[in-house]
T-cell receptor, first 116, second 112 residues
Framework: GAVVSQHPSRVICKSGTSVKIECRSL??????MFWYRQFPKQSLMLMAT?????????EQGVEKDKFLINHASLTLSTLTVTSAHPEDSSFYIC????????????FGDGTRLSIL | QKEVEQDPGPLSVPEGAIVSLNCTYS??????FMWYRQYSRKGPELLMY????GNKEDGRFTAQVDKSSKYISLFIRDSQPSDSATYLC????????????FGGGTRLMVKP
């Protein structure tokens, strides 16, 4: 079964709306979670690394004020796309790693965001 | 030049064929090598992961790593229509769960 749950799976909203996406680790406590963005027929692009209890680390070119990340507990990270515009429409995917193992990241099922 | 190169395809094969998917990379510090399968509008699903060079087999899937050539492969035997998906290679340096560098993905179509 899924070890990382992402919600919602689909969002359609008007330009200017802020959208929150949740990522939960189900079977382990994740001190680190990752947020990716994927455009059609392209690979995953890492946006930021979410660290429990501290500020997220953003990749170059990703606006911190636009994509707010909160990792308030060991099982939940949220990504908020603030004042979303049509160019923010994309597929957003989170992943989490179990710090007690050397296993690869587990991915959520993604959130398809469409801004009208 | 990208750090990880992967032929985007699409690769179309008949059912039952052996499929070979490949990635090349330039960073010699990569030690962990993963293959993910991604169906349309879904998140990537981990298929195989290996550490350093060598082969690893799991059912119909075999992963190979050749660090001297900076080349990794995924073989799928007796391919099925349900294998039709995009296959992404990914690599990391110090820990399998750390920051991943992805290839661009290869789209595979297995025709009945």
């Amino acid at each position: 079964g899924a070890v990382v749950s992402q919600h919602p799976s689909r969002v359609i909203c008007k330009s200017g709306t802020s959208v929150k996406i949740e990522c939960r680790s189900l079977d382990f406590q994740a001190t680190t979670m990752f947020w990716y963005r994927q455009f059609p027929k392209q690979s995953l692009m890492l946006m930021a690394t979410s660290n429990e209890g501290s500020k997220a680390t953003y990749e170059q070119g990703v606006e911190k004020d636009k994509f707010l990340i909160n990792h308030a507990s060991l099982t939940l990270s949220t990504l908020t796309v603030t004042s979303a515009h049509p160019e923010d429409s994309s597929f957003y995917i989170c992943s989490a790693r179990d710090p007690n193992t050397n296993q690869p990241q587990h991915f959520g099922d993604g959130t398809r965001l469409s801004i009208l | 030049q990208k750090e990880v190169e992967q032929d985007p395809g699409p690769l179309s094969v008949p059912e039952g064929a052996i499929v070979s998917l490949n990635c090349t990379y330039s960073n010699s510090a990569f030690q962990y090598f993963m293959w993910y399968r991604q169906y349309s509008r879904k998140g990537p699903e981990l298929l195989m992961y290996t550490y350093s060079s060598g082969n690893k087999e799991d059912g119909r899937f075999t992963a190979q790593v050749d660090k001297s050539s900076k080349y990794i492969s995924l073989f799928i035997r007796d391919s099925q229509p349900s294998d039709s998906a995009t296959y992404l290679c990914a690599m990391s340096e110090r820990n399998a769960g750390n920051m991943l560098t992805f290839g661009g993905g290869t789209r595979l179509m297995v025709k009945p």
